[in-house]
């Protein structure tokens, strides 16, 4: 009988990088993402995102997020996937963090995202789970260059990419909430201007997902 990791690889990956750990978003995992995000990112009159998911009522913004996760499950494929994990300290899921890709066999590219839990900013670890992920996506998942964003007015966000090794690209000039213009800094990053953490990382079930997402 098929287990829920051969249908689904990503459930089975695993990565340690000291205390820290990114692990496959299985439903279990997803209730802790979604308590977290419950209960906040960043303040009220901030906006960090492009889409402001965060902003929705204490109740709806759980179920939001499970939906949305399941709906990236569903859709899965080498051609348009998203790639997310959970993210955790010492045991206790603490954000989320992802990478998106569009026909990946070829581009070998796709844009990192990621959030955590408002009681864990100021701490680093934002720094150090991108690192981890990206080591992950570099030396395991086949990736050539990941890209990233952030706006000008997150500098937060925009420390964290420049610890890690990103290179500003262009500025976007987008929407973010209603009548709101913003500028977006683009990044990219390579496996030559990468700033790796200072814990070797353990990584298991990372030959299935490369299967999935389309690589031999």
């Known amino acids: 009988m098929s287990s829920l990791v051969d249908l689904y690889p990503p459930f089975g990956l ?24 419950e209960r906040g990112i ?17 109740g709806e913004l759980g179920r939001n997020t499970a939906a949305y996760h399941w709906g990236k499950r569903s859709t899965f494929s080498p051609e ?6 959970a993210v955790l300290l010492d ?11 569009k026909h990946f066999p070829v581009t070998r590219t796709g844009e990192t995202g990621s959030w955590l839990g408002r009681e864990f900013q100021g701490r680093g ?10 080591e992950l996506l570099f030396d395991h998942l086949g990736f050539e260059e990941i890209t990233s964003a952030a706006f000008l007015d997150n500098p937060a966000s925009l420390g964290v990419s420049r610890k890690v090794g990103y290179r500003p690209t262009v500025v976007n000039r987008i929407k973010r909430r209603e009548g709101e213009l913003a500028l977006n800094q683009g990044l990219v990053l390579t496996p030559e201007t990468l700033v790796r953490g ?12 490369r299967a999935f997402i389309g690589l031999a």
């Not at 348009?80 to 994990?85: H, I």
């Not at 814990?199 to 990372?206: C, I, K, R, Y």
């Open 14 to 37: 695993h990565v340690v990088a000291g205390p820290l750990e990114l692990r496959g978003l299985t439903d279990e995992l997803l209730l802790e993402v979604c308590d977290v995000a």
């Open 42 to 58: 960043h303040d009220p009159d901030e906006m960090p995102f492009y889409f402001p998911w965060s902003t929705a009522p204490v």
């Open 80 to 85: 348009d996937f998203c790639l997310d994990l």
């Open 91 to 101: 045991g206790q899921v603490i954000g989320c963090q992802g990478v998106a890709a």
């Open 125 to 134: 670890l934002g720094t150090a789970m991108r690192q981890a992920f990206c």
């Open 198 to 209: 200072e814990v070797p990382l353990e990584v298991t079930g990372a030959s299935a997902v």
